[in-house]
């Protein structure tokens, strides 16, 4: 009798277990955004309206992400600000250019976006998609982690310190970089009028150095960009309005690896990765019920060594 009470206390508990870890998984699942290579195998290519239909079959959130994958040698990712420059493939003025190969952007707000590919021809010929991304309250996912999250001991750097981006002086940028170590994960702000002037990252020290704004990695020109440094080694950064960079206004940042940090627990690892990934809210519930999840193992195993005893 003693032996068949103690196994259904024992069967109570695990069943417990059970539910609070589907609880646990129900809870990261619910949170999880879903990442899109564009064009799937045949990726980011000129194929006639390929894109369209592709995009027509998905329905995209905030949180989502696209891979953009394709011949650096050859192509682009534009990002364009509305349907007009969307429709005549007109990349004069991008909100955000990619030119890695291996582009990922993620949706932080909803509402149109819009993707072409800054070779004319290849736009022309279907190159190009627009995606509708909507918020669903029902569906919290919060925006990419921040490297606050992933590298807690970032920096925050105002590029020229009280001056902004701004020509200045021939030389100033560069004796402001030297200063300074930057690490992975640090970021650079950069403040100035966006009437007036841009940032553009450009690839080598050619490119750096002659001022050339023909081939960039990245266009910024919201007025207030904010870069995260996520590779170590050179990082060039320059403004593409006429005479600017030539008078001075470029910088050049050497990158280090993350500095060592001390080790964490795998419990501490595993809050952090939730805050990361999830968000603070998030990772407050799933640590909470991580905790429960121990707690509730460790009581069945308790009790049942106990049990095996008597």
């Not at 291996?102 to 932080?108: K, M, R, W």
């Not at 021809?121 to 919060?142: F, K, M, N």
């Not at 940042?253 to 990361?276: I, Y």
């Amino acid at each position: 009798m003693a032996t068949t009470t103690t196994t259904k206390k024992i069967n109570t508990m695990i069943f417990g277990f059970v539910i609070l870890m589907t609880t646990f998984t129900f809870l990261l699942g619910s949170c999880s955004a879903t990442i899109y290579k564009v064009g799937d195998s045949d990726g980011w290519t000129a194929k006639d309206d390929v894109y369209n239909s592709w995009a027509e079959r998905k329905e995209f959130h905030v949180g989502d992400s696209l891979v953009f994958e394709y011949d650096r040698n050859f192509n682009d990712v534009t990002q364009v600000s509305g349907a007009l420059e969307y429709q005549f493939c007109d990349s004069f003025s991008p909100k955000a250019v990619y030119n890695t190969g291996h582009d990922v952007v993620t949706f932080t707000e909803p509402g149109f976006h819009y993707f072409i590919t800054s070779n004319h021809a290849h736009c022309e010929l279907g190159q190009r998609l627009d995606v509708l991304v909507v918020h669903d309250p029902s569906r919290p996912i919060p925006p990419p982690p921040t490297p606050s999250n992933i590298f807690p001991f970032a920096k925050t750097y105002k590029v020229g310190g009280s001056k902004g981006w701004r020509v200045y002086d021939s030389d100033f940028y560069h004796k402001w970089s030297e200063e300074k170590q930057f690490h992975v994960g640090d970021k650079l702000l950069f403040e100035y009028s966006n009437e007036a002037n841009d940032v553009l990252e450009i690839n080598g020290h050619l490119e750096f150095k002659s001022c050339d704004p023909t081939s960039p990695v990245a266009v910024h020109k919201t007025g207030h960009d904010l870069v995260i440094l996520t590779e170590p080694g050179v990082h060039y950064f320059i403004s593409s309005k006429i005479g600017h960079c030539v008078a001075g206004l470029k910088l050049r940042v050497v990158v280090a690896p993350t500095p060592n940090v001390p080790k964490l627990s795998s419990t501490d690892r595993l809050t952090r990765w939730l805050g990361a990934a999830f968000g603070s809210t998030t990772q407050a519930h799933a640590s909470f019920v991580f905790d429960l999840v121990l707690g509730l193992a460790n009581y069945v195993s308790a009790n049942y060594i106990r049990s095996r005893q008597n």
